[in-house]
């Protein structure tokens, strides 16, 4: 068998530091919301657009995730508590309040 590959779609990584004033506004929102301190971690995705985003405006990009592991994110029995939208959704809103640049 031969196989040929295209490359069709992709986007480069990118790294937001963790004294960005972004992650630290997140970092504080989110502390307050459930408690305790979040553990910065690496983690992969494919929206291949935030590293132009990064690039090109010049901005760190920065996704906050609101789900538990047993939500089974993306598989045939998702779910997904009010808990966690409502405890997002917060916040979200001390995000705003925190973040300057």
Avoid: W
């Amino acid at each position: 068998m031969k196989v040929e590959v295209e490359p069709y779609e992709g986007g480069e990584g990118f790294l937001i530091p963790i004294t960005s004033p972004a992650f630290q506004a997140a970092s504080k929102a989110m502390e307050e919301v459930y408690g305790i301190k979040p553990v910065p971690s690496r983690g992969g995705g494919s929206i291949a657009v935030l590293a132009d985003m990064q690039k090109i405006l010049g901005i760190d990009p920065l996704l906050m995730g609101f789900g538990l592991e047993r939500d089974c994110i993306h598989s045939p029995n998702e779910s997904y508590l009010l808990k966690q939208f409502y405890a997002g959704m917060e916040s979200l809103a001390l995000f705003y309040k925190y973040y300057q640049k």
